[in-house]
């Protein structure tokens, strides 16, 4: 019974979700959907929760604190993209340095 080494022939082919490829090297994992607000966009709680992956108790929080801006039409909570961004990317945390005192 002989021992067979390591393949040497030429690639292997490999199988995707979108099926199957001519070779090793162009297999790859699937990519994550990565979540996009556009500016111009227009949200409502349940699509903002879907897209950020936040609860809708995150989003009543943080229209309550006013640090983000909404529109009431109907019974509906609205929230244009450039508002979520601006949400997203101010940090309202005081900023402190390595003694505790707070910069200005």
């Known amino acids: ?22 070779d090793v090297t162009e297999a790859r994992m699937p990519t994550a959907t990565i979540p996009t607000i556009l500016p111009d966009g227009i949200y409502d709680d349940g699509s903002l929760c ?28 609205l929230y244009l993209g450039a508002w979520v961004l601006e949400w997203l990317t101010v940090d309202k945390r005081p ?4 003694e505790g005192s707070r910069e200005p």
Do not use: N, W
């Open 1 to 22: 019974m002989s021992r067979a080494g390591p393949y040497r022939g030429p690639p292997l082919p490999a199988y995707t979700a979108l099926g199957k490829t001519t």
């Open 50 to 77: 879907a897209v950020l992956g936040v609860g809708a108790q995150t989003l009543a929080k943080a229209r309550r604190d006013g640090s983000l801006r909404y529109a009431r039409k109907g019974q509906r909570t």
């Open 95 to 98: 900023r402190t340095t390595g």
